[in-house]
């Protein structure tokens, strides 16, 4: 006896869920240019190596004589598969059944997908586009419920145990919109996805009309930190996605693998030598300083619109991977605004999460200034940057490239540990800078002087002259300062000396969304 | 003719007004520039045309995304 007939069976009923929502909605798709859900894994995954988990579940119709006759499939299918040739768990929501709202959702199937990839320790990638709840399930249960987040245990672990990646490819509404943060990288395809904890229809009824790209567009959330990247396509988005797993564990119990080196760990671009304008109001290109220092074409840029004033991305190290942090002068001349300081906890969270050492390019004239700074929480939420500054256990190495003050600035490293630091001769510190803090702390002298704009420019002049870098060096508060073309030389070798002091396993200060 | 408001990327002081209404103006040439913790920063224009209106002056105070400057695009 053979179970020919059962696997024939099998095979029918496969069949049915993989035609998804129909031929007609997959042709309004195809129409509109979206991708389906089965396209969209197979863009993502490497060829032939997705292997669905739950091919079956779905709601059946039976005929009389008991067999099915149809099998409506759920909004989810999800399972293994493979990206550059390592093991990741890939989950995408069927938007061509019912809208992928709740009324087509299979009990379990998200918790235990989360789940997978948590035991499996290996990376998810979640292909997002959902509408959220829907009133219409709620005539179809015949009750209302409780909102429950089922397997958000799992989701709130993950966040602190595999790399996840969220692709908005369409609306993420609600609980969809929580997926997508719920993640270390989220991207958005710009006038494709909208992402919103509620759509415009219901916002409308509290007063606000306003349209879904207005709502909750790419580059809205992109500027209020919802998302890390906007890409134009979904194939972009893969890529993206693709791209940030390669500079990572598969877990937090392994360690990033070095690439092959693409480039001389001994170049020094002669352009270093007058990348900081010598007159210190001037701004200048720390991309460009960056791109520089760091394995050629290695930089990815993360979260880019978002805390503008701190610049934050992955990179490579004589092809060692790393976490990357500089200052942007044209933003705030570098000052750390509420934003920046949220970014700042997120990104060396992340980076301790997943053991990577981060280099640090700091230019920081301190916390941004004034009534609205004070109102946006600036001083707390920079506390919470510099308590995950001083609870990261990764190695830390610190290129001061200009300004260095106040508390921000001091956030630059964690004190008590070994100093792997450099400055440039451009460096330039203290608790205030003289420019603003003379007026207050040499009040009565200067009240009192013939001249006091005189005496102001006097007792500046007096400070400048012991505000070189080398005063500081030649009493040790500055350990190195250094040629700025020797950079790449020296993060090469803070890399290769460091690569084994990395240390696999859980951290206790894992990141929060 | 189209017109593109140029936008302040930050909340500042205007420092400096480097162009005015009728210049002809390049790509990247710098419009405004703003002053914010000590440090200028210079709003550079995003395409060439010709300046057809400065929204701001001297002094003033401008708000993140707040137009600074519209320009006409050349053709």
Redesign the interface.
């Known amino acids: 006896m053979s179970w020919e007939k059962e696997v024939e069976e099998l095979n029918r009923l496969k069949a049915m869920t993989a035609a998804m929502g129909g031929e007609a909605a997959l042709e309004r798709r195809r129409s509109s240019g979206r991708l389906n859900v089965r396209e969209r894994i197979e863009k993502l995954v490497d060829a032939d190596s997705f292997r669905e988990v739950g091919a079956l579940t779905g709601r059946p119709e039976f005929d009389e004589g008991g067999r099915v006759s149809n099998l409506a499939p759920g909004n989810l299918i999800f399972g293994r598969a493979k990206i550059d040739s390592r093991p990741v768990c890939v989950a995408g929501d069927d938007y061509s059944v019912v809208g992928s709202a709740g009324g087509a959702t299979v009990p379990g199937k998200f918790a235990m997908c989360e789940k997978m990839a948590n035991e499996l320790r290996i990376p998810l990638v979640r292909l997002l586009e959902s509408t959220g709840g829907n009133s219409r399930s709620l005539e179809q249960l015949g009750r209302t419920y409780i909102p429950q987040m089922e397997g958000w245990e799992t989701v709130v672990e993950n966040m602190g145990t595999i790399p996840v990646v969220a692709l908005g490819l369409g609306p993420v509404a609600g609980i969809g919109a929580a997926k997508m943060v719920f993640s270390h990288y989220a991207v958005m395809v710009r006038e494709r996805s909208h992402m919103f904890m509620a759509g415009p229809p219901l916002v409308a009824r509290l007063g606000e009309v306003v349209t879904k790209e207005e709502l909750g567009g790419a580059e809205l959330q992109a500027r209020a930190g919802g998302v890390d990247e906007v890409v134009d396509t979904e194939e972009e988005a893969f890529a993206c996605a693709k791209r940030f797993l390669s500079y990572l564990p598969s877990s937090v119990y392994e360690l990033a693998e070095r690439t092959v080196p693409q480039d001389d760990p001994h170049r020094k671009d002669e352009w270093l030598i007058k990348a900081v304008p010598q007159e210190?109001?001037?701004?200048y290109d720390m991309r460009r300083i960056i791109k520089s220092v760091f394995d050629s074409g290695s930089f990815m840029e993360m979260t880019q619109r978002y805390g503008?004033s701190v610049i934050t991305g992955l990179a490579r190290l004589d092809g060692w991977p790393v976490a990357v942090m500089a200052s942007d002068?044209?933003?705030?001349?570098?000052?750390w605004t509420a934003e920046s300081n949220a970014k700042v906890e997120r990104f060396v969270d992340f980076a301790n999460t997943f053991h990577l050492p981060v280099v640090n390019l700091v230019d920081v004239?301190?916390f941004?200034?004034g009534r609205?700074a004070e109102m946006a929480g600036t001083i707390r939420s920079g506390a919470r940057a510099l308590s995950s500054v001083f609870q990261a256990k990764v190695p830390w190495c610190t290129v001061l490239v200009r300004k260095v003050f106040g508390v921000a600035g001091a956030s630059h490293a964690n004190h008590a540990r070994y100093h792997y630091r450099f400055s440039w001769p451009s460096g330039d510190w203290g608790s205030i800078?003289v420019?603003?803090g003379v007026a207050s702390a040499y009040r009565d002298e200067i009240a009192k002087a013939e001249d006091p704009d005189a005496m102001l420019s006097l007792i500046e002049a007096r400070l400048n002259q012991v505000r070189s870098p080398f005063r500081a060096a030649m009493a040790f508060d500055c350990e190195d300062i250094i040629d700025p073309r020797e950079t790449r030389p020296l993060l090469c070798e803070f890399a290769n000396n460091v690569a084994k002091l990395r240390e696999p396993g859980p951290v206790a200060t894992a990141l929060r969304p | 003719m189209s017109l593109k408001l140029i936008h302040s990327?930050?909340?500042?002081l205007v420092w400096k007004v480097e162009v005015e209404a009728g210049q002809p103006i390049e790509e990247y040439d710098p419009l405004i520039i703003l002053e914010?913790?000590?440090?200028?920063?210079?709003v550079d224009s995003s395409l060439s045309g010709i300046v057809r209106e400065v929204l701001v002056k001297e002094g003033d105070s401008v708000e993140e995304n707040q137009p600074l400057v519209s320009i006409e695009a050349a053709l």
């Open positions: 210190r109001r001037r701004v503008a002068p044209y933003r705030y001349g570098g000052a004239p301190g941004l200034i609205d800078p420019e603003g | 990327p930050i909340k500042a914010s913790m000590k440090t200028e920063i210079p």
